[in-house]
């Protein structure tokens, strides 16, 4: 089943928007596989990034990403990839549509509260750094 990565990002977590934007998520049908509250230092936000290393907006990315805990998660379903990019909604967030999660919560390209895979293949990709460890199992458990 095709799975996607998602990550609130410190302003997101900050201006309490974590329950509202699992509850969209989880209304919409898909399966929540792992959660994680965590801080990033910059090597690991900068290999999260790596393919915007040569963008001018590189550093202030990385900044905002180490600046405070992020909520970093693993969904399932059916199209979760690019379904979850519509409830997202566009990256700038002035051109997001009004109910996707960046047109309700956002008005700043850099501070736009979320981010989720752009493809299947991104999303593996993602999912490997942030899950070194693997998703959830039914059997999981602590000892
Ligand atoms: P995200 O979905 O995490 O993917 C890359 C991020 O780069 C994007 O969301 C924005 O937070 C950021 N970004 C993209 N374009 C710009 C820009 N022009 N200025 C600042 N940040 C940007």
Redesign the pocket.
Known sequence: MEQTFIMIKPDGVQRGLVGEIISRFEKKGFSLKALKFVNVDRPFAEKH?AD?SAKP?FN??VEYIVSGPVVAMVWEGKGVVATGRKLIGA?NPLASEPGTIRGDFAID??R?VI??SDAVESATKEIALWFPEGVVHWQSSLH
């Open positions: 990034y915007l907006f202030g990315l990256t390209i850099g736009n981010h989720g």
